[in-house]
Every structure is written in structure tokens, then in C-alpha cells.
């Protein structure tokens, strides 16, 4: 699951409240959204999202009660219902670009090179992160409340997880070169996670280039408060790096 600036619970729900206030919807619609966004748990997220979208099949927000399920089932875990989720958020409205990048993030995490239909999937991923990246570009503001500085924070953060979504879909094609610029694309937007540091020093590894992986580490495992996880992504990684550079 991406852990960018914005795809934690308090920014996903930040937006989502944003885009309430923008649509017009019912007092019954609003008391039921607000239960999706106030529900503690991803099963009590899922289970407030199936019962809008059954009450409220026409809502305004039904594209993004699907994606917040999506998130939900993506958060616990769940790729498969995740995946059905977001693609039925994009059926109800094309420009869901969070959707589109999250469904572009899931099929080039989960593909793998000897996939009967690596193809098929890696088109997809790269399809739905150009289309996001494109939408995001002209996406208004879901709401007034937002400076227009703020908004093109968010907007920045969007497009950065679909370059990064590139970037893996690259990798998976071996296609170093063009990994290494999309991730560092990726890098630009506001608060990268250090996961997406990782994946660029992977990737400088793959190709060879062990000096420019052990910068990023190094810069990585400096880091304040580093999540244990990522840190031990980042020694397994820097292992590599170092076995390579002492076989040059």
C-alpha cells in the first residue's frame, strides 16, 4: 500500500469531507458519508460504504464512498476487494483519479515478470497513471475552503504516486532508465514516504549502479524516526548495494 503524503487516513478524509461540501446531496446522504468517515476501522469503513452506495445507488458521491472502500480493503490488506472497489469507483466517474491510482499502484506492485498476463496488467497500470497524471493537471478544487497553494500540494502528491506507479511498472519491464526518472519524478512531489527512496536505490541496483543506490540509502537510513520496516528494507538493500560495488 502507498503511504504518500496524502494517503493516510487523516488526508484521505481531509478530502473527502471537502468533496461532500462541494456536492449536493441529502441530510440523509451527508449522515450516512459522514459515518464512512468517522467509522475507526477499515471493516467498519467497507460496511458504512456498502450500506451508502446501497441506499444512495445515484449519489453525487457514490465514486468516492467506492474509493474510500477501496482504500479500506487496500489498508487491511485485501488487494482483490480493493481492486473491485476502485474500478467501480472509476465505472461511476472516469476522472477519479485517485482511484485510477490506486488500481495503477496494486497491478504494478502485485505483477510479476513471469505472469501470464504481465503485459496485459503492466498496460493498465501505465494507462490509468498517465490518465491520473493528466487529469490531475485540469482537476478543479473540491472545494473553496482550499488556498490555492494547498491545492496544488495535493495536486503535486497525486501526480507524484502516479509516477511512481510508472516507475514500478517500469521496473517490472526492466526498463531501468525510465524507473529511475519516473521515481525521481516521484521524489518531487511534498513529503515523499522513504519506501519510495528504497525503491529508487532497488532500482539503481538492478542496473548496476551501486554508488547512486548506497547515496539514496544512506540518505534514507539518516532519516528521523525511520519506520522499522522500511529500515529493514533499506539494510537488505544496502547489502546488496555494497556486495555489488566490492564485485566491480
Not at 102 to 109: M, N
Not at 235 to 244: H, N, S, T
Request: charged share 25%.
Amino acid at each position: 500500500m502507498s503511504m504518500r503524503f496524502l494517503t493516510g487516513l487523516a488526508g484521505l478524509i481531509a478530502v473527502a469531507g471537502l468533496v461532500m461540501g462541494q456536492a449536493k446531496v441529502s441530510k440523509k446522504e451527508a449522515d450516512a458519508y459522514n459515518a464512512i468517515l468517522s467509522a475507526t476501522t477499515p471493516d467498519a469503513q467497507i460496511e458504512a460504504a456498502d450500506k451508502f452506495v446501497t441506499s444512495f445507488a445515484d449519489s453525487q458521491l457514490k465514486s468516492t464512498v467506492l474509493y474510500l472502500a477501496a482504500h479500506a480493503a487496500e489498508t487491511k490488506g485485501d488487494v482483490t476487494k480493493a481492486l473491485v472497489y476502485a474500478q467501480s469507483a472509476i465505472d461511476a466517474d472516469p476522472k477519479n483519479y485517485q482511484a485510477m491510482i490506486l488500481v495503477a499502484g496494486e497491478l504494478a506492485r502485485g505483477t510479476r515478470e513471469n505472469d501470464l498476463d504481465k503485459e496485459e496488467k503492466l498496460a493498465r497500470a501505465e494507462k490509468l497513471a498517465t490518465d491520473a497524471i493528466a487529469t490531475v493537471k485540469s482537476a478543479p478544487k473540491p472545494n473553496a475552503q482550499l488556498t490555492d497553494d494547498q491545492w496544488n500540494q495535493y495536486k503535486q502528491d497525486f501526480a507524484a504516486q502516479a509516477h511512481e506507479d510508472l516507475a514500478m511498472s517500469a521496473a517490472v519491464r526492466k526498463k531501468y532508465d525510465v524507473a529511475i526518472a519516473e521515481f525521481k519524478l516521484a521524489l518531487d512531489g511534498p513529503m515523499p514516504p522513504a519506501s519510495t527512496f528504497v525503491r529508487l536505490a532497488t532500482v539503481y541496483d538492478q542496473s548496476n549502479k551501486p554508488d547512486d543506490s548506497l547515496a539514496v540509502l544512506n540518505k534514507v537510513l539518516a532519516m528521523p524516526n525511520l519506520d522499522p520496516a522500511v529500515k529493514r528494507y533499506a539494510d537488505r538493500e544496502k547489502a546488496v548495494a555494497e556486495k555489488l560495488k566490492a564485485g566491480k
